[in-house]
């Protein structure tokens, strides 16, 4: 049977290989220094600019799985399942820019959330947000040295594994040296490759497979559901879960923090309203992709919906536009993995080693070092999970509830004085409990404790309206917009929810968090002078402050308990 | 859903891309100019 894909030879999959990572290797070392600035190393200078921040945020946050999932949600629900996937991503990068404005405000020399939150409560909290971000960024490592072994091996006689090892090698070549100031700079040129590319495909595909009547014919095909642009099934299967999980990635996001950290603190809102609108415009374009497979009855090959997009461009596109393809997808996956190596590598160096281990006393030349070797050691580890195609299932609703239960505790400690260190860790550990608890249906949801999982649910439903309006409209909108969300909820979600195990499972980690984060803050004494989080967190290394034969200088970073 | 509908629906996204990437590429040339005139490092 002909394979459904086109197949470039071995020459030119390498020569576009080598194009796009000599070409991202060669931009890296226009911004290369010999004695890189540690700081520099993490977040740039603080002052970056509107056009390098906006395409950075919007670069990372587009990965190779966002348009493939936003593709196969459109081939599954129907005309909203785009929306479905992208509306709500995009929407989430929204959401942040009010929280990272504070965030800047209270640490405006911050390398890591973590570090915030150390400069507020002291290790553990520091060290939750420091787990979940390893976790989170080594799993985002994997998927996107996977999606490269598998664009590679579809469309190429190369292996998978050469796919994997290819896009991990040619990550880690570019941004090894000078770190997130490489990082940054690259994602312009993924991006103009990305959206470039995004922008020609997308209308090409639809006149290439017979245009605007074809695709109308195509709707004839569509269940009842699926020509529903107000889809129930889409919104409880796909809208509604995605909608919760991405919050959570949002916030507690290092890659994410990092990029706050570094812009401009004036250009924050504009940088990521900026953001929203490209990450929607792109995935949502790209997945109507899937939409067009849909109406034109395209069978997805072996039954595996992330085929779609590979498929359709195989058979609507000529093999220059496929080559332009291919570069998009290794554009998104490398913006996204080198993003991944400088969060970690910023972890490693601020929250482990200068937090915990020096305490204070951070030589900058070993921090640098330690950077580095994480991005080795973490490269390392993406290749071995991405080509053993380990199952990981488990550890990635294991972080996603982490996330989930991270969200409260980080916003409160950084506008309510109240709340402590203890309320923050256990609310974290209750609230992970709890989830799974329901996530692996430890017991049987149904009767008074499915109820009253479900009144739990409707109080994390509460949180998460109450905090996007409390981000854009202040604390009584707030509460008023939490306290009415958990009320229609609850009268909703009573004896309902509980046939939705995965949204019931992420709900709860919100709700079971923030009702033990409160309660605990309430029971406290603590009135926390939100002034001391700037004095506590500093830049590592002094400006342009390396006299020949000493080395760069350190300064000195004031403990919590000072 | 008519045809005019489903095609504006496919051909917004690029459309938005395309003016998004415009602001973006304008906005980084800005941010080079204004690094250069102050002869600072852009990144």
């Not at chain 1, 992970?432 to 329901?438: A, C, E, H, R």
Request: proline residues 4%.
């Amino acid at each position: 049977m002909a394979s459904p894909y086109y197949q470039f030879t071995t020459t030119t999959t390498l020569l576009l290989l080598l194009v796009f990572y000599g070409g991202t290797f060669l931009m890296s070392l226009l911004v290369r220094q010999k004695n890189e600035n540690v700081d520099g190393y993490m977040v740039s200078s603080g002052q970056v600019g509107f056009g390098i921040s906006a395409a950075s945020m919007t670069a990372t946050w587009i990965w190779a799985a966002s348009f493939y999932a936003a593709a196969s949600s459109a081939y599954t629900y129907g005309l909203s399942g785009a929306i479905h996937y992208g509306f709500w991503g995009a929407l989430m990068i929204l959401f942040i820019y009010p929280f990272g404005q504070r965030f800047r405000k209270l640490a405006p020399n911050a390398h890591t959330l973590g570090e915030l939150m150390h400069a507020r409560h002291g290790s553990s909290s520091q060290l939750i947000l420091a787990l979940s971000n390893v976790l989170g960024s080594s799993i985002s490592l994997m998927v996107n040295f996977t999606a490269a072994g598998a664009v590679v091996s579809i469309l190429s006689p190369l292996s998978f594994v050469h796919g994997v090892v290819i896009a991990g090698i040619g990550t880690l070549a570019y941004t090894f040296w000078s770190g997130f100031r490489a990082s940054i700079l690259t994602d312009v040129a993924q991006l103009i490759a990305l959206m470039g590319v995004a922008v020609i495909i997308i209308p090409w595909v639809m006149f290439s497979a017979g245009g605007p009547e074809v695709m109308a014919q195509g709707l004839e095909r569509l269940t009842a559901e699926q020509a529903d642009f107000f889809s129930t099934t889409a919104i409880l299967e796909q809208g509604a879960p995605f909608f919760v999980a991405v919050l959570a990635y949002a916030i507690g996001n290092q890659t994410i923090a990092q990029r706050l950290f570094a812009v401009r603190q004036d250009l924050i809102k504009p940088t990521f309203l900026t953001a929203t609108l490209g990450y929607g415009a792109v995935v949502i374009g790209l997945g109507m992709i899937g939409l067009m497979a849909l109406l034109l009855g395209v069978q997805p090959d072996g039954g595996d919906l992330n085929n779609i997009i590979p498929q359709m461009a195989s058979a609507y596109l000529p093999p220059f536009m496929i080559g332009l393809f291919f570069l998009l997808v290794v554009a998104s996956l490398s913006s996204t993995a080198d993003a991944d190596l400088t969060a970690l590598s910023a972890i490693m160096m601020t929250d482990v080693y200068a937090k915990n281990i020096a305490k204070g006393r951070a030589d900058p030349r070993k921090m640098l070092l330690i950077g580095r070797l994480t991005m080795i050691v973490a490269t390392m580890v993406g290749l071995i999970l991405a080509s053993f195609a380990l199952d990981i299932l488990v550890m990635l609703v294991f972080v996603g509830a982490l996330w989930g239960t991270v969200v409260f505790p980080v916003i409160a400690s950084c506008y309510w004085p109240r709340v402590t260190n203890s309320a923050f860790t256990w609310a974290v550990l209750g609230g992970m409990l709890l989830f799974t608890i329901v996530r692996f249906e430890l017991l049987p949801m149904t009767g008074v404790i499915g109820l009253g999982f479900e009144m739990i649910a409707a109080v994390g439903a509460g949180v998460v309206a109450g905090l996007m309006c409390f981000g854009f409209f202040g604390r009584i909108a707030g509460l008023a917009a939490g306290l009415i969300a958990t009320m229609v909820s609850a009268w909703y979600f009573a004896g309902f929810l509980n046939g939705y195990t995965v949204l019931l499972a992420s709900l709860v980690a919100y709700g079971a968090s923030t009702i033990i984060c409160v309660a605990l803050s309430l029971m406290s004494q603590e009135h926390f002078d939100f002034n001391l989080i700037a004095q506590r967190v500093q830049r590592f290394q002094e400006e342009d402050a390396q006299p020949a034969g000493n080395g760069p200088v350190a300064v000195p970073q004031p403990s919590p308990a000072e | 859903m008519t045809t005019f509908w489903l095609t504006f629906y496919i051909l917004i996204w690029p459309a938005l891309s395309a003016l998004v990437l415009f602001v973006i590429v304008r906005g980084f040339f800005r941010d080079m100019l204004a690094a250069k005139r102050a002869g600072r490092d852009m990144v």
